[in-house]
């Protein structure tokens, strides 16, 4: 079966996770992702984090299935000729340098276009334009400054940065849903265009809910769905929720059986309204159900804390999987805390290709994370992260380079 991005050519300038994220996407989706680094040294993630002696890392084996690689050095005379070669037979360039090192390069987007006016030059960037464009940026970096870490945590502790990768990941996601539209203008426009995704907009993008929160709290002063309500205070900022759902379902995170030695034996627990008389007689506070403390959304408001803990007696008797069992029978949303040993273990993740087994000639076998978006028309089949340098001969012969010229440019360096 064919792929939805056959015959598309990815020009990868990317490195370390935001661009590497997206390009391995598109991999997946079918197109030719050729990864462009310097010899002998390579994308800094090979190195990094490494767990086995001389092996690529998993940070960039993770990163980077499905890709070939090439080595240039594009500072190189030669190297540049190499690289304009690439600009000439690709489609997209994608890059994630720090602010202005693809123009002290010599591919400023003039030159670009001179060279291929059909060509797309996606980037990912710390920042958009304005007083901080010059930054370097990191994901924690990104996290800070798009709002996430000042909404995350708890009201009495200091700002929190989370887990999933959203400055990283979050706007490489972003970066391929720009260069896909792009191409897709293309077919009618037939020309080029840049695409950017500042780590700033993509994380403030994924806080939207926390902008509509700080409108609401500047209009009311309160925000009934959070802990502070009714008896914490508000400022002018919206407030870190801890593990408040929000919204008019709200939630939070209870003990289950074996908390006292496991530290993921919780779950999540949703009190949503259409099924509160059920969750009423699982927990068996039936009188709940008609009492008129309890039986709105809008009266159980501020007594939250006093219905979680009601809920946690409950949850407290059972395991995180047996609660979630007995729950999902009545409809009642609820989610165990998975750890990532579990999520590894898990059969039906595996089944699905979201957790995948990768055999790797150096490292051996490992385990990935494969594509979370599943094509019915454009499977995904997860293969190894290239070596460095593995496909520079094959992809030179491609360019129209003899052996003999590869040779030459090996030996003066260009790559
Ligand atoms: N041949 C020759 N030179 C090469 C090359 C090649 N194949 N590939 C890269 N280089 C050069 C670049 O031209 C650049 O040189 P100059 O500094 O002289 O212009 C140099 O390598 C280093 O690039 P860099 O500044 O991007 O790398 P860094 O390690 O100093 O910074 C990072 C890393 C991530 C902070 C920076 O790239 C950045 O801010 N990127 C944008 C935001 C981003 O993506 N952040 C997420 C990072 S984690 O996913």
Redesign the pocket.
Known sequence: MGKALDGVRILD?????????CTQLLAWFGADVIK???AGAGD?TREQLRDVPGADSLYFTMLNHNKRSV??????PE?KLVLEALIQKCDVLVE???????D??GFTWERIQELNPRMIVA????FGPGPYED?????NV?QCVGGAASTTGFDDGPPVVTGAQI??SG??LHLALGIVTALYQRTMTGRGQKVLAA?QDGVLNLCRVKLRDQQRLERTGVMKEYPQYPNGTFGEAVPRAGNASGGGQPGWILKCKGWEHDPNAYIYFITQAPVWVKICNVIGREEWATHPDYATPDARLPRLKEIFAEVERWTMTKTKFEAMEILNKYDIPCGPILSMKEIAEDESLRKTGTVVEVDHPVRGKYLTVGNPIKLSDSPTEVTRSPLLGEHTDEVMAELGYSPAQIDALRTAGAI
């Not at 300038?13 to 994220?21: D, N």
């Not at 994630?96 to 693809?102: H, I, K, M, R, T």
């Not at 930054?135 to 994901?139: G, R």
């Open positions: 300038f990317t490195h370390v996770q935001s661009g590497p994220t462009v680094e310097r800094i080595t240039i050095d594009t500072k190189n190297g994630n340098f720090a602010p202005g090192a693809l002290r390069m980037s990912v960037k710390g930054c370097k940026v990191y994901e990104a400055g990283d706007t490489g780590m």
